[in-house]
């Protein structure tokens, strides 16, 4: 998303909407899964680490504005050959993007009251239970780097492995064993589409993971037993 410094501004004539900018970077999906940071809780690894990129000039005195300015200019001018797709946010939403990003990159401690928790996805800690050798994980539909729970069992065997994914951001199911080794993994979709394979696993502990660059790292993620 970032790396040239410019002086443009946001050129906003109403405060923005941190919220939104939040939940955007977070919940699209593609913010959160290609950079770092950290107030946001995103660990991407395919884009520039933000806390990085601006912390060093922030506390040289790069004004708040200007940082504004130079993530929306990245935002709507998308450099060939990147692999930040274009009108990724648009808008009075990418203003707010850029505007989250340049109150936050950089800076120590956590967000706080309403803003702690925007765009945090609806996850839950129940484990999903696989019914006749089906395990069907969907993934949350906003589009965020999460699953519908953190948690899943099934009985050993042979397991079909489901992901459906209502969002326009591409994911995958896959499941690795407790060492990180690659078992088995559906393919990349979208749009209502589901990922789907099967694999053998024996009793044990393994991940379920999807498999998109940045996803996993970004807590798209959970844990499987099989008993």
């Known amino acids: 998303m970032i790396l040239a410094l410019s002086a443009s501004g946001c050129g906003r004539g109403e405060e923005p909407d941190l919220i939104n900018g939040k939940a955007l970077f977070i919940g699209k999906g593609t913010c959160g899964a290609c950079h770092v940071l950290s107030r946001a809780g995103t660990k991407g690894n395919r884009g520039p680490d933000l806390d990085q990129a601006f912390g060093p000039a922030r506390n ?5 504005k200007t ?3 130079v993530v929306q200019e990245q935002i709507a001018l998308v450099r060939r050959n990147s692999t930040m797709p ?3 946010v648009t808008g009075e939403d990418a203003r707010d993007v850029a505007a989250y990003v340049a109150q936050v990159a950089g800076q120590p401690g956590k967000d706080q009251g309403a803003l702690a928790n925007a765009g945090a996805p609806k996850v839950s800690n129940k484990p999903i239970v696989a019914k006749a050798g089906s395990l069907k994980i969907d993934a949350d539909p906003t589009g965020a ?3 519908a729970s953190r948690k899943a069992s099934a009985g050993a065997g042979a ?3 489901e992901s459906a994914n209502k969002s326009a951001v591409p994911h995958n199911i896959a499941v690795k064993d407790s060492g990180g080794k690659l078992l088995g993994e559906g393919p990349d979709v979208k749009g209502g589409a589901s990922s789907k394979f099967s694999a053998t696993l024996a009793a044990g502990k393994y991940t379920f993971v999807c498999t ?3 996803h996993e790292e970004g807590g798209m993620k959970g844990e499987l037993t099989v008993k």
């Not at 040289?60 to 708040?64: D, F, Y």
């Open 212 to 214: 998109v660059p940045g």
């Open 159 to 161: 397991v079909v492995f």
């Open 67 to 69: 940082v504004a300015g």
């Open 60 to 64: 040289v005195g790069l004004g708040e």
């Open 145 to 147: 780097l999460a699953f």
């Open 86 to 88: 274009k009108d990724l």
